[in-house]
């Protein structure tokens, strides 16, 4: 991977993984506080809407109290008499009071009068039945001073929610003995409670499962026990309204993570452009400049600037420098000793051949001396092709194959053909591999197979002679081995290197049946 896509993929992942947290942080955080925002704004209506309930209770309490703690009641309840019936329980007393019913209670628990009323309709209704069932517990009041304070209120079930408020009948002083009570009832109208709140309530039966707040298809419902007179939960109060903060804190969080995504893609954007300005194409620019210092050896680092990579750029010319004054002074070296020593090894060459020898111990000594002489000189041409420096040209592979194999005395078969840009030394190369082959491999035939692979060229030379043993096939190209202690042990080390400076390689197989195959790789463009 390329540096510029390592600096993106570290950019763009580093985005992604501060998105993702940020996405996570603004769901749990923001929308939880909405939620819980929305959770309080319907606690505090469902207590409205108790309070008002509450309320009801409490005013209903209080006309039972003018109505309890009067002379006329006082009188009536121990003398039952028409006029105060038809004076006080006429129709207009129960719509102007919003009473649904109203009972007079002696002290013995006996009804002394009762009338129920339907204020929808405006017609008397009987007594609700399940009423009777409270009637004991209502009007049962101990004398305990203050007996104005005593008071029995709250909401009782019949068959529907029920206002009720009792009351000790007392004389307008609040004083007795108490002569029974006045029950008065009010059914729980939660039509006029929404009205009067703007709210959507409704009282359900209780249901111990209903609780708490739900939001449930864009709605959210909050549930509140009602307890009736005995402090028993009796009733559940509903309210339902729909959900208009948390689609807020929704689009909220839209907006924010749709803002963090532009805001992030556009430093992603923007690091990237001057990582790229400052950095990466400078160091691609110093990466150009040395790949065609290989070309151009003369050529420098342009040096930008005055900051790292500058720096760097002046020590790479600083050390180019001193490299080309090194291999300046190490070709005048080898130039100079291959020179003194190609001299001296010619006298000594020409020396040998004009010794007459007197006998034949003398004249095999000779012949050693002068081959050993010519092994050196062919070390030295070696090592000169190796140093070889010049630029590549553009060589048809089939044409040097066949202008080496011109040497040897045995049979060819050459097939397919492949261009690349390479030095002289190729045929170095290829002389190497064709007399290891003849010398070591003892063939008489070699089949060379040339192909090409798109960017490469492959040359595959095969013998047939007595092949390479396995445990060997790994050192071959290791400078200074020899096998039986034969050659200079550089041949296959040349081979190998010169195909490296062209961005190649050098493989050995088994041939079958018998013999060895070198596969060379050579790089069409070095």
């Not at 129920?116 to 009041?141: K, M, Q, R, V, W």
């Not at 408020?165 to 029950?183: H, K, Q, V, Y």
């Not at 549930?223 to 005995?230: E, F, L, R, S």
């Not at 041949?491 to 390689?505: A, N």
Request: hydrophobic share 40%; with cysteine.
């Amino acid at each position: 991977m390329s540096l510029r896509s390592k600096v993106l993929t570290i950019t763009g992942a580093t985005f992604i993984l501060l998105f993702i947290v940020v996405y996570f942080v603004s769901v749990n955080q923001i929308l939880g506080s909405y939620e819980e925002l929305e959770k309080e704004y319907v606690l505090r209506d469902l207590n409205r809407s108790l309070n008002a309930i509450n309320k009801e209770i409490l005013e209903l309490d209080s006309i039972c109290y003018d109505w309890a703690a009067w002379d006329d009641t006082y009188e009536f309840i121990a003398n039952p008499n028409e006029e105060y019936i038809k004076s006080n329980l006429v129709d207009s007393t129960f719509t102007g009071l919003s009473l649904n019913f109203i009972v007079y209670v002696n002290k013995s628990g006996d009804i002394v009068y009762a009338k129920a009323f339907d204020l929808i309709n405006g017609t008397e209704i009987p007594l609700p039945s399940e009423l009777y069932n409270h009637i004991l517990y209502l009007s049962n009041f101990t004398e305990i001073p203050p007996l104005g304070s005593l008071t029995k209120h709250g909401i009782i079930d019949l068959e529907r929610p029920t206002i009720i408020a009792s009351r000790p009948i007392l004389t307008s002083n609040d004083e007795g003995p108490i002569r029974g009570a006045l029950i008065m009832g009010r059914f729980l109208n939660t039509t006029q409670i929404s009205r009067n709140l703007g709210l959507n309530i409704s009282v359900l039966p209780y249901n111990d499962e209903l609780k708490g707040i739900q939001p449930i298809n864009g709605k959210i419902i909050g549930y509140a026990p009602i307890k009736d007179i005995y402090g028993k939960p009796v009733y559940i109060l509903k309210l339902e309204t729909i959900r208009e903060i948390y689609p807020q804190g929704v689009e909220t969080v839209r907006y924010y993570i749709l803002t963090i995504i532009v805001i992030g893609v556009l430093f992603c954007v923007v690091t990237i452009l001057l990582i790229d300005r400052f950095v990466l194409y400078r160091l691609s620019l110093i990466t150009s400049v040395i790949k065609e210092i290989h070309q151009n050896p003369d050529k420098t680092v342009p040096v930008i600037g005055k900051n790292e990579l500058a720096s760097l750029s002046i020590e790479i010319n600083k050390m180019l420098d001193r490299i080309k004054r090194y291999n300046e002074l190490i070709k005048v070296l080898n130039r100079i000793l291959r020179h003194d020593l190609l001299n001296n090894l010619t006298i000594v060459r020409v020396s040998l051949e004009m010794i007459e020898p007197k006998d034949e111990s003398m004249e095999r000594l000779i012949k050693n001396a002068i081959k050993t002489i010519d092994k050196s000189v062919k070390l030295i041409k070696d090592v000169r092709e190796l140093e070889a420096s010049e630029s590549p040209i553009t060589i048809n592979l089939r044409e040097v194959i066949e202008n080496v194999i011109e040497r040897y005395p045995i049979k060819f078969n050459v097939e397919g053909d492949c261009i690349c840009q390479v030095t002289k030394a190729i045929y170095s190369v290829i002389d190497n591999i064709i007399n290891n082959a003849i010398v070591h491999g003892k063939t008489d035939r070699v089949d060379i197979f040339i192909e090409d692979k798109g960017e490469f060229c492959e040359i595959r030379i095969a013998d047939y002679g007595v092949g390479i043993p396995d445990e060997i096939k790994d050192q071959i190209f290791e400078e200074g081995f020899k096998y039986k202690s034969e050659g200079s042990g550089l041949g296959l080390y040349i081979v190998k290197k010169v195909l490296e400076r062209y961005g190649g390689e050098v493989i050995v197989e088994d041939n079958k049946p018998s013999g060895t195959v070198f596969i060379l790789r050579i790089k069409k463009i070095v």
